[in-house]
């Protein structure tokens, strides 16, 4: 485990690992940091553990730079080249080897922001993707799954005209826009690369000022065109959307059909016929903007939110093709309920997600986590029903290693006091009971 703490003095941040079972004492990795020195929050594991890649004002106050360290302790590297006076590191990525690292930077002129890539260990350029306006500046990126492109949003040609670009990670090859050049005053506003790699899915207005629709573009560059279902007057795809686990579908969320009403959509990452995900929604119902793509299934979970944004929130899951509705969410006997923090177990096969009902009786209002199939016909708690109306809440929810547990934060013990726990939905197979829930950290003072 690597974690950022003050634990050495109370105004210096720093950067520790410690083995997960606590066989040996913390180790820092930073060396000793100039006056007000800090490690900033923004630190990454590489893919095989070997190396811990940070950003810290290490050597002059207010001057971030990027280092690279083993896991387990040792002499850190300096990444990035020389910086010019009052430039810093502002972001970085390690690619999918682990061999390098991209980082964007005002490392050759200040304030004009661009992406660097050099070896995790330091040493010379690999690639640097420039662009072309004065002005000019690189948005956010990330590698390819093979590691061979870095797709990112830049002004690249045109100041303020916020286009897809991509650069290959061999080093020869020139930065380049890729994925259709978008109209006046527009804009590409996000985008997702596919698991498989083979598609970029990205919100723009290419075609129409303040128009936002949503495209594709193959990451070799060969196929490029929208993929959203036309759009009612008034209508936008909302930056909700994902792309199942096998890359071969796009599920987002849009008001397409009535303008205000969200609905959830589907459609192949290389675009075809668009079909709608959700069954028939009842007057002031809309798709919630939070849709999850479940890994390993060929389906998608949503919420769905009634009565204008003051009704019931329930869950549901759909197989890719629109086919295969469930509602997982139970529902309470009388009153209003809100499912919320949907995430996917390990394996794929079931999801976790926090129910909280509020009946007639406020003095009754509860909460509780369960344990759901993606395709319905299993519904398990796996935490303790919580007293809402006395201020116990969960605040987290995460699934374990094990499909069978979730990981969650709550003030069970006493409102004033988080704390993290594990839930279990398996007769003794760690311990205690189906439902029983044991903690993982400490005892609090």
């Not at 900033?40 to 207010?62: G, H, N, W």
């Not at 090859?173 to 596919?194: H, K, L, R, W, Y």
């Not at 060929?298 to 469930?326: K, W």
């Amino acid at each position: 485990m690597v974690y950022l703490a003050n634990q050495d003095a109370p105004a210096t941040y720093e950067l520790f690992s410690v083995p997960i079972d606590g066989s040996a004492l913390a180790v820092k990795l930073n060396p000793a940091l100039v006056g007000n020195g800090n490690v900033s929050s923004l630190f990454e594991i590489s893919p095989d553990s070997s190396t811990v890649v940070y950003r810290a004002d290490q050597v002059v106050d207010d001057r971030f730079d990027l280092w690279s360290v083993p896991v387990g302790g040792g002499a850190a590297v300096k990444i990035n080249g020389l910086l010019n006076a009052n430039a810093d590191v502002n972001s970085f990525a390690i690619s999918p080897n682990g061999l390098q690292v991209v980082y964007l930077s005002d490392e050759y002129d200040d304030e004009r922001f661009i992406l660097f890539a050099r070896p995790i260990g330091g040493g010379a350029l690999l690639f640097v993707a420039e662009v072309s306006p004065i002005g000019g500046d690189i948005f956010e990126y990330r590698f390819t799954p093979d590691g061979f492109w870095v797709i990112f949003r830049a002004d690249i040609d045109v100041d303020d005209r916020i286009e897809l670009c991509r650069i290959t990670t061999d080093g020869f090859t020139t930065a380049t826009s890729f994925g259709g050049v978008p109209v006046a005053n527009g804009d590409v506003f996000g985008f997702a690369i596919s698991p498989d790699g083979v598609w970029v899915v990205n919100l723009a207005d290419l075609d129409v000022d303040n128009v936002v629709e949503l495209f594709t573009a193959s990451t070799s560059g060969a196929v490029t065109g929208q993929i959203s279902a036309a759009l009612v007057g008034g209508g936008d795809v909302d930056s909700a959307y994902v792309i199942s686990s096998n890359g071969q579908r796009v599920a987002y969320v849009a008001d397409a059909v009535v303008d205000g009403r969200y609905e959830l959509f589907s459609v192949f990452a290389g675009g075809g016929a668009v079909t709608t995900l959700n069954p028939l929604l009842p007057g002031g119902s809309s798709v919630h903007f939070d849709p999850l793509a479940l890994p390993e299934s060929g389906r998608f979970a949503y919420r769905v939110i009634g009565g204008f944004g003051f009704g019931p929130t329930e869950l549901y899951s759909v197989n890719d093709d629109g086919s295969g509705t469930q509602l997982l969410s139970p529902v309470p006997a009388n009153g209003n309920w809100t499912a919320q923090r949907q995430v996917a177990a390990a394996g794929g096969a079931h999801l976790f997600f926090e129910l909280q009902s509020f009946p007639d009786l406020p003095e009754t209002n509860a909460t509780t986590i369960y344990r759901a199939a993606v395709g319905g016909g299993e519904l398990i708690p796996v935490g303790p029903t919580l007293d809402l109306a006395s201020g116990e809440t969960y605040s987290w929810l995460a699934p374990a290693a094990d499909p069978r547990q979730a990981l969650f934060v709550s003030n069970e013990q006493t409102a004033s006091e988080t704390e993290l726990y594990a839930g279990d939905i398996c007769l003794l197979c760690d311990g205690f009971d189906s439902a029983g829930t044991t903690r993982w950290s400490t005892v609090l003072p």
